[in-house]
């Protein structure tokens, strides 16, 4: 299959539909599901805020980026340096801040970055996250290895945060505004350069497009949707360290990404969705004749995402589609 054909920009009808039935789970959970599981699907949610995030380089512009995670990191320790340790920090101007400190970052970066490409991007992009991931790590100042801790959800004056409900519903209809921004810009003319840098740079050139512009400016814009995904971490979790920045945070969100299948959005949330649930199928799986499976359930992930792309280059979302077809195919 084609690089242009494992894209499933526009979603059938049927698959719109399941979409919709999956909304509609969301909104119900927290009445039938336990505390426990409800905190466990609203970070699924702000997981899949930061897939979306990588979505609009890999699966829109064509940009694998191995350092992803150094923004969605970032804004979380912005999150926990200027929280008192005394009383809630206002979310209306710490979110903002969080944001802008990951678009900065991602503006700097991508600076030098985006004039690379194919395996020198990669590389690039993972250098300058290992780079940000060491500032932490090794600096006792900026919490070091133990990271640092946010004692208060922010405080939002129109709705209370502490309570895990209303932080649940604030997550998704973050999610949504995200969803509904990125599918929009999607098919603008900006979304609609994106999408021809990827299949053709060259050529997007020769008609006189400022690739270079364009690919800064979605880096800088994934940056910062990234940090957004990292502020809601930090105040869900109530702990930040710099794990969140890692190579290994990167390789999650591009697998999740691949999972749900690329260029739509709705395939980053259900590949978020997907990677987190099998993450703990994985971890559950039980010791066989000495051999501990749970421990090493990155080898059975490693092995679901090759069968996946082998047999399945649009993810679970081109499989859902491929079953609405099939099965139109009969009825008719």
């Known amino acids: 299959m084609s690089a242009i054909g494992v894209h499933l920009e526009v979603l059938p009808r ?3 539909f399941a979409l919709l039935a999956g909304l509609a789970a969301l909104l119900a959970f ?7 599981y409800t905190q466990m699907v609203a970070r699924m949610m702000i997981l899949a805020i930061f897939a979306m995030s990588l979505d609009l380089l890999q699966g829109v512009t064509g940009l694998v980026s191995l350092g992803h995670a150094a923004y969605f990191g970032l804004a979380g320790y912005v999150l926990a340096f200027v929280a008192p340790q005394d009383v809630p920090v206002s979310l209306w101007w710490s979110l903002p801040a969080g944001v802008a400190a990951s678009a900065l970052a991602a503006l700097v970066i991508g600076f030098f970055v985006v004039r690379t490409h194919g395996i020198y991007f990669i590389m690039v992009t993972m250098a300058f996250a290992q780079m940000v991931f060491y500032l932490f790590f090794d600096n006792k100042v900026l919490g070091g290895s133990d990271g640092i801790y946010i004692n208060f959800k922010p405080a939002a004056g129109l709705f209370d945060l502490e309570d895990k409900r209303v932080f649940y519903y604030f997550i998704l209809a973050v999610l949504l505004l995200v969803y509904a921004f990125l599918r929009r810009l999607l098919f603008s003319p900006f ?15 020769a008609m006189g497009f400022g690739t270079f512009g ?9 940056g910062a949707l990234a940090g957004l995904a990292g502020y809601l971490w930090g105040a869900q979790t109530g702990f930040v360290n710099p ?16 999972l749900g299948g690329t260029g739509n959005f709705a395939g980053a949330i259900v590949g978020a969705f997907a990677f987190e649930y099998l993450l703990h199928v994985f971890k559950d799986v039980p010791t066989i004749a000495g051999f501990d499976g749970g421990k090493h359930w990155q080898l059975w992930m490693g092995l679901f995402i090759v069968l996946l792309v082998t047999f399945a280059p649009r993810g679970l979302l081109g499989l859902v589609e491929r079953a609405l077809r099939r099965r139109k195919a009969t009825g008719e």
Do not use: C, D, W
Request: without cysteine; aromatic residues 10%.
């Open 214 to 222: 364009y690919k800064l400016a979605a880096f800088t814009l994934a």
């Open 30 to 36: 927290p009445f039938v599901g336990t505390e426990f």
């Open 191 to 205: 979304g609609r350069a994106l999408a021809g840098i990827r299949v053709n740079e060259h050529r997007m050139r």
């Open 14 to 16: 049927g698959l719109k």
């Open 243 to 258: 794990e969140l920045m890692g190579f290994q945070a990167s390789a999650h969100a591009i697998m999740m990404v691949i």
